[in-house]
């Protein structure tokens, strides 16, 4: 979708709203959305009248918090109220409309064209007055904040100029605007793959986790029964006790991989997708640590499908699967993962897209860790644990030493079906790929 | 969690149209009021009734009666329905899928395809034009309304109907469109044959499980 038609506005300027009450109506194709608003307030101008169409992100209206603010508002957009005859004034009003919103640019508040793909844009948020009173002020200076900080800022009412940036130059990042609020910084959870394996932001992250306290189902003295994930986690870490297993590690040199996830990370490439995709195209042309047991023999799947354990904030995991990823390009994986890793915090996926795994990755390398052995899950044969990589002195085969970023993986196999042999040469060829061509992790 | 059931509703008798209407968004509101879990599905057959939606161009309309037309809450252009043709309409909860009504629309249109299929009828989307179409004639029609996720309305198929009644509207707003019905390429099939396979594709796609009220 990239523009909506207002069909109604089922408030005039000066209604009050509430929280979750529908605003207007609009149109996309053959969908009737109602846009709601997400605070409690004033409708104070509308901007785009019924009928129009509007871009996604195009300014609509103006919500304000309280009853007094409705009449500096409107006059300060020379809406006043949208009369029957100035509807029919269609285009001059868009102009003027427009024309609004360059003024206004730092105006953060206000209601947008729903974006029927993504819900985040829709939200109708508050104009503190705070905010309009600077917005108006026209600072000269820009601010210079990352998109996700100037979103969260908007949703919170946060001035951004009023902040101090940590990020490069000065930059407002997303944790800034938190902890302007007083809230809680996001520590990087498992899986999301937003840094890179060469942890070169290892300084932040030390001093978020000896500032946060670890995580906790309970308080002391109780004792907190287990969820459905939670148990079913259990059953199958205690079925694993049944499988021979065996673990073989390997150090890979990433200095290669991070240079080239530097170029491809602006194009939303993920880590977790790059090493999804080396792991896959090695397991390609070693089906043996891609097969499973059963009682009838070894099992070979059609395809190589990889899950990858994403921790639960409110306890247990699970492994959305990236299936074939051999078949899909790096940045269609990446988005792929994106979409899993948000559907599944919603538990929102559908059992096909968890359960069919052939072969899992657990990577843990956000924390720092330097090696960590998982345990296999079951149906499958083997799982791949990936560590931090750090920055280490490696000897070199000429007598020299230098030092090489190097991350230790260390698969966890099943040994009725994958030998010590077998997996071996899976990583060899695994840390031959990606020390000597991860350009080629791209299709 | 995510809510896998739905109340089916496959009344035998045709329906009359503002009931129907009633009924669907009582499920709704149940849903976004959290007063209810269970998500809705309607199968059935209407007196002949013009649906217009909040957005449509009243000029679509031409010369119908207006006793017999309803302005509802879905998206799209003016519509007709009728006995022989089938009306789904799912109240549906996005966010145990997907909020995307993008995604839902295709979905809905996939279900269609798949049903008609399943009789050998060719078939296929047409880009821009949401509805299933055979050839260049509308076989059958999408229209949905959404709050808070909770979907609305659903679609239509002509199966065995009184096309005539097309020719009172510009359906959808697309002018020469011409409709088409399953018994133009296939005489035998029955209005129930069709309901029976359009209820196990939306069990299907949906990973729905039925209860009954």
Redesign the interface.
Same mark, same amino acid.
């Given at each position: 979708?990239t523009e909506g038609?207002i069909?109604?506005w089922l408030k005039n300027p000066g209604d009050k709203v509430e929280r979750?009450e529908?605003v207007l109506?609009v149109?996309? /194709?053959?969908?009737?959305? /109602?846009v709601?608003s997400f605070q409690d307030g004033y409708l104070a101008a509308v901007l785009m009248p019924a009928g129009s169409t509007a871009p996604v992100g195009e300014t609509i209206g103006l919500i304000v918090e309280s009853q007094e603010e409705i009449a500096g508002i409107q006059e300060k957009h020379n809406t006043k109220t949208i009369s029957q005859e100035e509807k029919v004034h269609n285009d001059g009003l868009q102009n003027h409309a427009s024309s609004e919103k360059t003024n206004n640019e730092n105006v953060k508040n206000i209601s947008k064209t729903p974006n029927?793909?993504k819900?985040e844009k829709q939200k109708a948020t508050v104009q503190v007055k705070t905010e309009i009173n600077a917005a108006l002020a026209n600072n000269s200076s820009r601010v210079i904040a990352s998109p996700k900080a100037k979103k969260i800022a908007s949703q919170m009412g946060v001035d951004l100029s009023k902040l101090q940036g940590s990020g490069p130059n000065g930059r407002i990042q997303a944790d800034d605007v938190l902890s302007a609020k007083g809230q809680p910084t996001a520590i990087p959870w498992i899986g999301e793959g937003n840094s890179s394996v060469g942890l070169n932001n290892i300084q932040p992250i030390n001093k978020q986790i000896s500032s946060d306290i670890g995580n906790s189902f309970g308080s002391p003295g109780e004792t907190v029964k287990f969820n459905?994930l939670q148990k079913a986690v259990n059953s199958n870490m205690e079925s694993s006790l049944n499988v021979p297993c065996f673990r073989v590690g390997y150090s890979i040199q990433t200095d290669k991989l991070d240079a080239f996830y530097k170029t491809v990370k602006q194009n939303g490439v993920t880590m977790t997708a790059l090493l999804v995709k080396a792991v896959a195209k090695t397991l390609k042309n070693h089906p043996q640590v891609n097969s499973c047991f059963t009682t009838d023999g070894i099992s070979y799947p059609e395809t190589v499908n990889i899950a990858v354990a994403v921790a639960m904030e409110d306890g247990g995991l699970i492994t959305p699967v990236l299936k074939n990823p051999c078949q899909t390009d790096l940045f269609e994986l990446s988005r792929e993962w994106k979409d899993l890793v948000k559907?599944s915090r919603?538990?929102?996926l559908?059992p096909d897209e968890y359960s069919t795994g052939t072969f899992t990755l657990s990577n843990l390398g956000m924390f720092g860790v330097d090696r960590f052995d998982a345990i296999l899950p079951p149906g499958t044969g083997a799982i791949l644990a990936i560590a931090a990589s750090k920055p280490t002195v490696v000897g070199n085969e000429n007598g020299s030493i230098s030092v090489k970023k190097v991350m230790q993986v260390n698969l966890t196999a099943d040994h009725r079906v994958i030998y010590g042999a077998d997996g071996a040469s899976f990583l060899k060829d695994l840390a031959s790929l990606i020390e000597n061509s991860p350009e080629s992790l791209i299709a | 969690? #995510?809510n896998r059931t739905a109340i089916l509703n496959e009344p035998r008798e045709i329906s009359d149209f503002k009931e129907i209407c009633k009924l669907q968004e009582k499920y709704q509101r149940d849903l976004i009021q959290t007063n209810s879990n269970y998500q809705f599905i309607w199968i059935g057959e209407h007196m002949l009734s013009y649906t217009i939606?909040?957005?449509s161009n009243l000029d679509n309309l031409l010369d119908v009666c207006p006793e017999n037309v309803y302005l509802i809450?879905?998206?799209?252009e003016v519509t007709c329905h009728m006995p022989g043709q089938l009306v789904v309409y799912l109240i549906l909860d996005l966010?145990?899928?997907?909020?995307?009504?993008?995604?839902?629309?295709r979905k809905l249109e996939f279900i269609i395809i798949n049903t008609l299929t399943e009789f050998n009828i060719k078939c296929s989307r047409k880009t821009g034009f949401?509805?299933v179409w055979c050839e260049n004639k509308k076989i059958a029609s #999408?229209?949905?309304?959404?709050?808070?996720w909770v979907t609305l309305h659903g679609f239509s198929i002509n199966v065995d109907c009184n096309l005539e009644n097309f020719t009172q509207i510009i359906p959808c707003g697309i002018k020469e469109c011409e409709m088409t019905k399953i018994r133009d390429f296939k005489k035998d099939v029955t209005i129930k044959e069709v309901k029976n396979i359009v209820k196990k594709m939306i069990q299907k796609e949906f990973?729905l499980k039925f209860v009954s009220q």
């Open positions: 979708m038609k069909v109604e979750g529908s109506v149109e996309s /194709d053959k969908a009737d959305m /109602d709601e029927v793909s819900v459905t559907r919603l538990k929102q559908e | 969690m #995510i939606g909040r957005g809450n879905r998206g799209g966010v145990n899928y997907k909020k995307d009504l993008n995604w839902y629309l949401t509805g #999408i229209g949905i309304g959404c709050k808070r990973n």
